[in-house]
């Protein structure tokens, strides 16, 4: 028998590309709503219910209201809000964070799926935290770039639509200035430190694909490392995953530019490590979909891990590096 999946939110960006993701999998059932009942909360509540596995593509209040109509102890959840990144209660949906989280996922009931940018500072930083080369006091800052589909309909429409008022958005800005963004306090949690770091997000004019980078002066950490040990440090902790990528130095070495857009369509992660001519700086960078691996294809592969499947059932081929 297949696997029953309710998609709550499914009209929403992050629901729609998660529903094109599924419809290509082998072995599930998707449940759905008529379009006059979408928001009918008993009919959620049955939905809910019904299913085996409820992913929920909501804003953070109406998820937590989702998970409390659940009642069958039998239905697993994934949540793509901000509302349960940091709850304990919940497993944080990145399978190659660190050590046995694939099988933490694999076996919880609750699974939190991460924010794109969060994904893509926990990937660069924890293992740096974790392997002690970057103590967990250390002042960190993060830049940020992503596609303006991460924003939702509203952005999506001022982007796309003539017929908006706001057609004419500038090609780039900053945004979050008070220095509160929402994904704060999972980078914090997630990542291992002390205080949360200093994040610095923005939007361009193209719809998806993400940069993260996090310049290091590496004459100020403790063991005052080269760009080479980053390197290392990465490529072990991620040896053998299937979405996250450590690009060769001698690939990441002679790159002029890096393009957000790169790894669209597709789960991917690549991660690179640039370093100055004297050893004494280094950059590390982040690629990604924020739809994908930031998002939507993220939930697939959790789901997958969650019922057993391939990890990537469902989603597109990598590309090659």
Same mark, same amino acid.
């Given at each position: 028998?297949?696997?029953?999946?309710? &998609?709550?939110?499914?009209?929403?960006?992050?629901?729609? %590309?998660?529903?094109?993701?599924?419809?290509?999998?082998?072995?599930?059932?998707?449940?759905?709503?008529? +379009?006059?009942? *979408?928001?009918?909360?008993?009919?959620?509540?049955?939905?809910?219910?019904?299913?085996?596995? =409820?992913?929920?593509?909501?804003?953070?209040?109406? =998820?937590?209201?989702?998970?409390?109509?659940?009642?069958?102890?039998?239905?697993?959840?994934?949540?793509?809000?901000?509302?349960?990144?940091?709850?304990?209660?919940?497993?944080?949906?990145?399978? +190659?964070?660190?050590?046995?989280?694939?099988?933490?996922?694999?076996?919880?009931?609750?699974?939190?799926?991460?924010?794109?940018?969060?994904?893509?500072?926990?990937?660069?930083?924890? !293992?740096?935290?974790?392997?002690?080369?970057?103590?967990?006091?250390?002042?960190?800052? @993060?830049?940020?770039?992503?596609?303006?589909?991460?924003?939702?309909?509203?952005? &999506?429409?001022?982007?796309?639509?003539?017929?908006?008022?706001?057609?004419?958005?500038?090609?780039?800005?900053?945004?979050?200035?008070?220095?509160?963004?929402?994904?704060?306090?999972?980078?914090?949690?997630? &990542?291992?430190?002390?205080?949360?770091?200093?994040?610095?997000?923005?939007?361009?004019?193209?719809?998806?694909?993400?940069?993260?980078? @996090?310049?290091? =002066?590496?004459?100020?950490?403790?063991?005052?490392?080269?760009?080479?040990?980053? %390197?290392?440090?990465?490529?072990?902790?991620?040896?053998?995953? *299937?979405?996250? *990528?450590?690009? !060769?130095?001698?690939?990441?070495?002679?790159?002029?530019?890096?393009?957000?857009?790169?790894?669209?369509?597709?789960?991917?992660?690549?991660?690179? @490590?640039?370093?100055?001519?004297?050893?004494?700086?280094?950059?590390?960078?982040?690629?990604?979909?924020?739809?994908?691996?930031?998002?939507?294809?993220?939930?697939?592969?959790?789901?997958?891990?969650?019922?057993?499947?391939?990890?990537?059932?469902?989603?597109? !081929?990598?590309?090659?590096?």
């Amino acid at each position: 028998m297949a696997w029953r999946i309710f &998609i709550d939110g499914m009209a929403g960006t992050t629901g729609l %590309q998660i529903r094109e993701r599924l419809f290509r999998h082998s072995a599930l059932e998707l449940l759905t709503l008529p +379009e006059a009942r *979408r928001k009918d909360l008993e009919a959620r509540r049955d939905m809910l219910n019904t299913a085996d596995l =409820a992913v929920l593509c909501l804003p953070d209040e109406a =998820a937590r209201e989702a998970v409390s109509l659940i009642e069958a102890p039998e239905v697993r959840v994934i949540d793509a809000s901000t509302a349960h990144r940091v709850a304990p209660e919940w497993a944080y949906g990145f399978p +190659e964070m660190t050590q046995g989280q694939s099988a933490r996922i694999a076996a919880a009931k609750r699974v939190s799926n991460p924010g794109c940018y969060s994904t893509a500072a926990i990937a660069l930083l924890r !293992p740096l935290v974790e392997a002690g080369i970057l103590p967990d006091g250390f002042p960190v800052t @993060v830049n940020a770039v992503s596609g303006y589909s991460g924003g939702g309909r509203k952005l &999506i429409e001022s982007f796309e639509d003539p017929a908006t008022d706001q057609f004419t958005e500038s090609p780039f800005w900053l945004y979050g200035l008070d220095l509160a963004h929402k994904h704060l306090p999972e980078m914090h949690h997630h &990542i291992g430190l002390e205080a949360p770091p200093v994040f610095v997000p923005s939007v361009g004019r193209f719809a998806q694909g993400m940069l993260a980078s @996090v310049p290091l =002066a590496l004459r100020a950490l403790p063991s005052a490392p080269r760009p080479r040990d980053l %390197q290392a440090v990465l490529e072990a902790h991620y040896a053998g995953a *299937r979405f996250v *990528r450590v690009i !060769p130095a001698g690939r990441s070495g002679p790159i002029a530019r890096l393009e957000p857009e790169s790894l669209n369509g597709t789960n991917e992660m690549h991660l690179h @490590v640039f370093g100055s001519p004297d050893g004494q700086r280094a950059l590390l960078v982040a690629q990604l979909d924020n739809l994908g691996k930031g998002a939507s294809g993220a939930a697939v592969q959790n789901l997958n891990i969650m019922l057993g499947f391939d990890e990537a059932e469902g989603l597109t !081929p990598q590309h090659a590096a």
